[in-house]
């Protein structure tokens, strides 16, 4: 049986909270102390889960950069 290849957390609509901490190399501290100040990127809550749709993520880091 042929194993499917893995796609990359990127490729997805939404990442979970610890696929946006690797790939952004963001702490889960940090990311949580951004929602509480009231900025961070936005997340959804899917049943019990909290995921950060893609987009959001990539607009989120945009604002990051410092010109």
Do not use: C, N
Not at 10 to 36: G, M, N
Not at 44 to 67: E, F, H, N, Y
């Amino acid at each position: 049986m042929q194993k499917l290849p893995e796609t990359s957390a990127l490729a997805k609509a939404a990442l979970t909270i610890p696929e946006f901490v690797e790939h952004f190399s963001v702490s889960r501290a940090a990311l949580y102390k951004q929602w509480r100040a009231g900025g961070g990127p936005p997340r959804v809550k899917v049943g019990s889960r909290t995921l950060i749709p893609t987009s959001a993520a990539m607009r989120w880091l945009d604002k990051q950069i410092q010109p």
